[in-house]
């Protein structure tokens, strides 16, 4: 059982950046990031997995502009967000599979435990 905990969200400029953070996951878990703006199904924006190596994947809209990390000893996954823009605007939630489901997904339906989201804008 997990239990997450987001932060880091916030009101920003075009072009600023953002890191979010999601407490109380564990090197065991695969974790995904998820956002979901106003009148859009909820989408994976990026992943790492609990495999050997970490793997991560990336919606084509963020790569070059996200990155997702883990640090082990301090049990958080980060995402940073650089060069922003207004369309990512949204509720940005991190999620966790269940224990040994190594592989990253996109469908949040393969996800087991949530956090309880935290509000990005992107706003002149």
């Known amino acids: 059982q997990l239990q997450l905990v987001e932060s880091g969200g916030g009101l920003v400029q075009p072009g600023g950046s953002l890191r979010l953070s999601c407490v109380g996951s564990?090197?065991?878990?695969?974790i995904g990031w998820f956002r979901q703006a106003p009148g859009k199904e909820r989408e994976e924006v990026s992943c790492i997995s609990s495999s050997n190596g970490g793997s991560t994947n990336y919606a084509d809209s963020v790569k070059g502009r996200f990155t997702i990390s883990r640090d082990n000893a301090k049990n958080t996954v980060y995402l940073q967000m650089n060069s922003l823009k207004p369309e990512d605007t949204a509720i940005y939630y991190c999620a966790a599979r269940q224990f040994l489901l190594r592989r990253c997904v996109s469908d949040p339906k393969e996800y087991a435990y949530w956090g309880q989201g935290t509000q990005v804008t992107v706003s002149s």
């Open positions: 564990g090197s065991r878990y695969t």
